[in-house]
Structure formats: C-alpha cells, structure tokens
C-alpha cells in the first residue's frame, strides 16, 4: 500500500498507512513493527483510499473523523480539521482555569465560529461547572458539531446559528456575560492561498478558511466589539491569528477596550493566540 502513495513524503505516508491500519482493521502500530500477522479479509477498497489520498484529500475526510485533545471527532469538508495548534489554545484556558483558582465555580464559556465543535466540546468536558455556547454561521458545520458533542457526551454544549459579523444589527442579541469568549475564525488571506497545500486548498471549506486581502482582521474587530459587551470584567478572551498579523490583531483588542492584550506563540514559535482582558477598574468605568 505505501508504495502506491505517491504525494506524500515517505515518512508521512508511513503514518497515514498506520493510520488507515489501525482504523480499518484495529491494528497498532506496535502491531505492525512487531509483524504481527495481518488480516486482509474485511472487505475495504483500499485502491479506493489510495487514490482519493494520491489526489491529495486528507485521510481525515476518508476516514471522517480525527482526533483532538484526547477525543474522537466526525469531520467532513465542512468543517475544517482540527489542528494541534489549536489544542494549545483549548490548553491555555485550562491552565487559566486552574492558575485563577476558578476549578469548580460556575463558567459561561462561547465559541464563536465553532465548525467542527472541537473547541466548545474540549472546553465543555475539561472545564468543571461550565456552560457553553457554540456559535457558527454554517449549517452544515451545526450538524456535525451537534454529532460530535452527542459522540463525545457533552451535554452541556448549546449549539446556534449565528453569524458574528451582522451580531451588532441585530440578527443575533444576547443577554449572557461569558467568562470565556474562544474563537478561531478565518484568518487566511486570498493572497496566501498559492502558498497552501493542495489538500487543504482543494478541500477544506473557504467560508471557514479565507477573508479578503483588504480586510484580513474583519472577524477580530467583530469579535472585540461583541466581547467589550458580553464579556465578564474578571473574563478572557483567546482567539487563534494569522502569524503574521499578530501586532495588527492584538491593536484591534485594544482599540475596543481591552486593557490586558498579549500575543501568545505557539510551540513552534509562531505567533498565534491573542489573549485579552479588562482591568477591572476600566471595566466598571
């Protein structure tokens, strides 16, 4: 089978076959390096999977689903497929949790542009006491996250259709003060799409992906102005940036109120989460 997988390097097409092998037939790959016998009966169409991967779509989408801090989640191509970036923005606000003393008291968490639902889920089980709401302006992307948090058990999410940028003209008004406000919205500029990989450009969803080059920060300035109202004086806000306008997003928050913003990189030293706070004099002012 490797030897037919032809657009991929060989180490990342080693792992996608141990990926395949232990989802089709249950093997690890302790298995497989270990030449445990194996069994090809079960009635799979691996040239099937091997030509939808040699025209570069993700072995997520073949298998549907992925997993994410620790869990199992459904995916299609309409939701994008979790990142481990964005496992360390889920990360962050569970340290929060713990580094404020907040384990056990009551918390309003919202995800706005939830997709998949792997935010809000993650947050819902890891964060004791807490309610989430889980906001996204596709139909589609509701469904499957709707799935994912029955898949994952998580009870305590509250899916709606919701689209951030028209939140202020009245489509979509609340009375809720979140402790926690996440998102990870579109980012890419349309301009960096000839730099991406065929199987993210070719297959993820561009309503979940791309903004225009001229107004690359529109879902940031959406979500500052939406989070200046509803969120909590002693709350936080994350959100997932393009690296390269890190400086840009942070001065967003600040121009909407925000009083405590810091550019967090990532593991590989890339800027990507903007936190945010009030103080908590300037809040009550």
Request: hydrophobic share 45%; aromatic share 8%.
């Given at each position: 089978?490797?030897?037919?997988?032809t657009v991929y390097e060989t180490q990342e097409a080693k792992e996608i076959v141990f990926w395949l092998l232990e989802h089709e037939l249950g093997l690890k790959?302790?298995?497989?390096?270990?030449?445990?016998?194996?069994?090809?009966?079960?009635?799979?169409?691996?040239?099937?999977?091997?030509?939808?991967?040699n025209n570069h779509e993700p072995i997520q989408y073949i298998l549907g689903e992925t997993t994410f801090y620790g869990r199992r989640f459904l995916v299609d191509d309409s939701v994008l497929i979790p990142r481990p970036e964005t496992e360390e923005l889920v990360d962050s606000i569970c340290r929060w949790e713990k580094e404020t003393e907040r384990f056990g008291s009551k918390k309003n968490v919202l995800?706005?542009?939830?997709?998949?639902?792997?935010?809000?889920?993650s947050l819902a089980k890891e964060l004791?006491?807490?309610q989430v709401w889980a906001y996204d302006v596709s139909e589609k992307a509701l469904a499957i996250a709707q799935k994912n948090a029955a898949l994952n058990q998580a009870f305590n999410v509250v899916f709606d259709k919701v689209d951030i940028l028209h939140y202020l003209s009245g489509e979509?008004?609340?009375?809720?003060?979140?402790?926690?406000?996440?998102s990870n919205p579109p980012y890419v500029t349309k301009q960096e799409a000839a730099q991406m990989r065929s199987n993210v450009l070719n297959f993820e969803p561009h309503l979940a992906l791309f903004v225009e080059d001229n107004d690359p920060l529109i879902f940031y300035q959406a979500i500052?102005?939406?989070?200046?109202?509803?969120?909590?004086?002693?709350?936080?806000?994350?959100?997932?940036?393009?690296?390269?306008?890190?400086?840009?997003?942070?001065?967003?928050f600040k121009a909407s109120g925000f009083s405590e913003v810091v550019i967090i990189k990532d593991i590989h030293?890339?800027?990507?989460?903007?936190?945010?706070?009030?103080?908590?004099k300037m809040k009550k002012e």
């Open positions: 089978m490797l030897h037919q997988i790959k302790i298995d497989i390096l270990s030449n445990r016998p194996i069994n090809f009966s079960k009635n799979i169409d691996w040239d099937l999977i091997v030509k939808r991967l995800d706005i542009g939830t997709g998949s639902g792997c935010i809000a889920i004791s006491n807490s979509a008004q609340t009375e809720l003060r979140f402790d926690i406000i996440v500052a102005r939406f989070a200046f109202q509803n969120l909590k004086e002693d709350g936080l806000i994350v959100v997932e940036i393009n690296e390269s306008l890190g400086k840009e997003t942070a001065e967003v030293q890339k800027n990507r989460f903007v936190k945010a706070a009030f103080s908590k």
